[in-house]
């Protein structure tokens, strides 16, 4: 039995290291504007350059996780954090809560979509936390907090 729960671990672990998070490192990031692609083809291409917050916050939270791991790669740290000042800086409402969508140049698109906006407000408060879990830094846990009492607010 022990053998099977082995395999299987060592299968994921090779999908995550290998293949998931080496396709979103090399595919998602905008390096030119800030933030990530999330509409990618199976071959990495961009199909579309909308930024859904509740996927851009995804990737925050996805490479502040994978830098806590025993696989720790600076590079990812850096993506999240990379990620998480896009998101500030363009992506948060006056009131405090997040876009719906951004274009690729972090001009809003849609700030609520049929209430859709708490979304990404509690992916904003993961992603936030998984960055304050990676450095210890209060922006970061600040920002969960704030993006926490956004998203109970507006449930």
């Not at 030119?32 to 291409?45: A, H, Q, T, V, Y």
């Not at 809560?97 to 509690?122: E, H, M, T």
């Not at 993961?126 to 607010?153: D, V, W």
Request: glycine share 8%; net charge neutral; charged share 25%.
């Amino acid at each position: 039995m022990g053998s099977i729960i082995e395999d299987i671990k060592s299968r994921y672990e090779s999908e995550l290291l290998n293949r998931v998070t080496p396709f979103w490192e090399k595919n998602s990031p905008d390096h030119e504007r800030g933030g990530f692609f999330s509409c990618l083809d199976r071959e990495g291409k961009t199909y579309d350059t909308t930024k859904y917050m509740w996927m851009q916050w995804r990737n925050v939270y996805m490479f502040a996780t994978m830098f806590t791991t025993q696989y720790s790669d600076s590079k990812w740290l850096e993506l999240a954090e990379k990620g998480f000042d896009f998101l500030v800086k363009y992506g948060k409402q006056n009131n405090g809560s997040y876009y719906f969508s951004l274009d690729k140049n972090g001009k809003a698109l849609c700030a609520d979509f049929g209430g859709f906006s708490i979304f990404s407000d509690s992916f904003a408060a993961i992603g936030a936390a998984a960055l304050f879990n990676a450095t210890g830094k209060e922006k970061y846990k600040e920002e969960a907090n704030s993006a926490a009492r956004t998203f109970m607010k507006n449930i």
